[in-house]
Nanobody, 126 residues
Framework: QVQLVESGGGMVQPGGSLRLSCAAS????????IAWFRQAPGKEREAVSC????????WYRDSVRGRFTISVDKARNTAFLQMNSLKFEDTAVYLC???????????????????WGQGTQVTVSS
């Protein structure tokens, strides 16, 4: 079965860290663009970070740059989002998304991705 499965979410205090995982099954993450999106209650889905094929290019939205790190472990067929210095406003459901690589770059447009995980909840609360 072709799917993405996220894990690693939870509740953390402000300033804390979480590492989200996105495990791919039924297909290979080689030559792919991978993105993490998030959606908070009552808000639109927004891109958080993405990485293009061949590990050449990464993008972060301004509010997470310097705090979040996206990576792909091809041996484990898993993508990660390391989140440090978490803030209240990072609270959301986080989803990973996949599409075949079409160059070196990635996209922060959700319409450019073909396969989505089910999401994992991240709650930053004191």
């Amino acid at each position: 079965q072709v799917q993405l499965v996220e894990s690693g979410g939870g509740m953390v205090q402000p300033g804390g860290s979480l590492r989200l995982s996105c495990a791919a099954s039924g297909f290979n993450l080689d030559a792919a663009k991978i993105a993490w999106f998030r959606q908070a209650p009552g808000k639109e889905r927004e891109a958080v970070s993405c990485t293009g094929g061949n590990d050449y290019y990464t993008w972060y939205r301004d509010s997470v740059r310097g705090r979040f790190t996206i990576s792909v472990d091809k041996a484990r067929n898993t993508a990660f989002l390391q989140m440090n210095s978490l803030k209240f406003e990072d609270t959301a459901v986080y989803l990973c998304a996949w599409a075949p690589a079409d160059g070196l770059f990635c996209s922060y447009d959700s319409q450019d991705y073909d396969l989505w995980g089910q999401g994992t909840q991240v709650t930053v609360s004191s």
